[in-house]
């Protein structure tokens, strides 16, 4: 399967459809009916789970086994959660969000230096998913490697506003510590050995990589999404919200649920690839994001994926003759491409990986 060189269409920037003041939104971003943000099919007063980590970091060993339970419960029940005391700094989460504010604000030329590719996806793009006459999100987003270290390349960084490459530098390091933390926590609760997990990604052999969501104010935001349904292809992600404006929702129990971010929360979810190698005890869940007239929105996704070229599959001590495995193997490479190929599109990628029964 090879991805294509090239969009299938001119690529249309959301951002400039926004500030140009039009009243209706082109056809192309029209979703179907089944798939608009209908509200009432929305929960409000329900919210993921918002889990303390302090426990984890101190001497209270009743403390730490309530925390590993709630991150369990978490894993196995929602798939998502939001952490607070995580030893990320606020001042350094509210400066990644703000040089990327900045960067979606500079002149179309500045940003058009980034286009990006349907290759690699890096730099700054409006689609994702190569299906010509696709229906598009109303959104933007700016895609970066971190790791492996082959991959990254600041010249591919935006070089405005001055500050963002060192910023997101520092900001890259910090959660790369965190997710090493989790991935512990999620082998433990696993009843694996705390390196196991991290091993099955290629030990120190993994990749990251950034994308940042903007949501240009919609005028017809019941028409359309921001990102459509699905669940994310990697291992984890850690997601910066907005700190003011709501968008997220995951889906539970056939309703969808907006996310109410907590005060410097990062919000955790589980991706296809940790789903394949718990064989199916954490769930990767379908989330999507919705628009609004009144506001924009800007996020950063942190994804801590395996290595590109490591066979993922459901960890041995996992698979017992009432559970056997549910998936085949396969590179995290080969999914990927798979996905990019194809775009967002709910649960049905990894769930049509299953193994017959």
């Known amino acids: 399967m090879n991805c294509p060189q090239d969009w299938p269409e001119p690529i249309i920037r959301v951002q400039s459809l926004s500030d140009s003041g ?3 939104i082109p056809d192309r971003f029209v979703k179907p009916p089944p798939d608009r943000p209908v509200t009432n099919t929305a929960v409000n007063d ?24 709630q991150i369990s419960q978490a894993c196995r029940e929602w798939g998502f959660f939001q952490v607070i005391n995580h030893g990320v700094s606020p001042r350094l989460m ?7 504010r900045d960067f979606f604000h500079q002149p179309m030329e500045e ?13 700054y793009g409006s689609r994702l998913g190569v299906q010509k006459g696709a229906i598009l999100d109303w959104s933007d987003y ?5 790791l492996p270290q082959c ?11 001055p500050s963002l490459r060192e910023v997101m530098d520092e900001y890259g390091e910090e959660l790369l510590k965190l997710c090493g933390r989790l991935m512990k926590v999620l082998s433990i609760n696993l009843g694996l050995g705390a390196d196991d997990l991290q091993n099955a990604f290629g030990g120190n052999n993994i990749g990251t990589c950034l994308r940042v969501n903007f949501y240009p104010k919609c005028p017809q935001p019941d028409l359309t999404l921001g990102l459509s349904s699905h669940s994310d292809p990697g291992g984890m992600t850690l997601l910066l919200p907005d700190a ?4 997220l929702q995951v889906r539970r129990n056939n309703n969808w649920i907006t996310v109410k971010p907590a005060p410097h929360a990062f919000i955790v979810n589980i991706g296809d690839q940790i ?16 628009v609004n007239s009144g506001n924009e929105r800007v996020s950063l996704a942190f994804f801590y994926n395996p290595k590109s070229d490591i066979l993922i599959q459901p960890v041995e001590d996992l698979v017992t003759p009432e559970k056997p495995a549910l998936y085949p193997a396969m590179t995290f490479d080969e999914y990927r491409l798979f996905i990019r190929t194809r775009g967002p599109s709910g649960k049905s990628q990894v769930e049509s990986l299953k193994s017959p029964r």
């Open 22 to 24: 039009i009243p209706i």
């Open 46 to 69: 329900v919210n993921i789970p918002l889990i303390d980590l302090k426990g984890l970091f101190g001497d209270d060993s009743s403390l730490k086994v309530t925390t590993l339970d």
């Open 94 to 100: 509210d400066l990644a969000r703000d040089v990327w």
């Open 111 to 123: 940003k058009q230096a980034y286009a990006n590719s349907p290759r690699t996806y890096e730099g």
């Open 142 to 146: 700016y895609f970066l490697h971190y």
């Open 151 to 161: 991959l990254k390349d600041h010249k591919k960084w935006p070089a405005l506003p």
């Open 244 to 247: 003011q404006v709501p968008g």
């Open 275 to 290: 789903q394949v190698l718990s064989n199916a005890v954490y769930k990767s869940v379908e989330h999507r994001v919705i």
